[in-house]
């Protein structure tokens, strides 16, 4: 069975600097897009990154230039690299990926557990 397992948060000082990464288990047939989303309190979840099978990535305005998304495909992983942190940052992030588990199975729409990220000093 296809799960999302996301590990890497963590309370870090403002200016500080935090990798998250989520890992498709159970050996999945292929995976597609794959994206990280955060909700912090009281907020809607919101798009942080999202990166293609073939690499292409896409940002948030508001992590433009501090994050980096990136994936190794024959690990079926994705990272967030998370520079230059603010308070701002401070929620719960999601992994997100659209995976097709069998070969004989259509591709559906995965989501990770959530793992906190708190900026604070």
């Known amino acids: 069975q296809v799960q999302l397992v996301e590990s890497g948060g963590g309370l870090v000082q403002p200016g500080g600097s935090l990798r998250l990464s989520c890992t498709a288990s159970?050996?999945?047939?292929?995976?597609?897009?794959m994206r990280w989303y955060r909700q912090a309190p009281g907020k809607q979840r919101e798009l942080v990154a999202s990166?293609?099978?073939?690499?292409?990535?896409n940002y948030a305005d508001s992590v433009q230039g501090r994050f980096m998304i990136s994936r190794d495909n024959a690990k079926n992983t994705v990272y967030l690299q998370m520079n230059s942190l603010e308070p701002e940052d401070t929620a719960v992030y999601f992994c997100?990926?659209?995976?097709?588990?069998?070969?004989?199975?259509?591709?559906?729409?995965?989501w990770g557990q959530g793992t906190q990220v708190t900026v604070s000093s």
């Open positions: 990166i293609t099978s073939g690499g292409t990535t």
């Open positions: 159970g050996s999945p047939f292929s995976t597609n897009v």
């Open positions: 997100y990926a659209h995976i097709r588990p069998k070969w004989n199975v259509a591709g559906r729409e995965y």
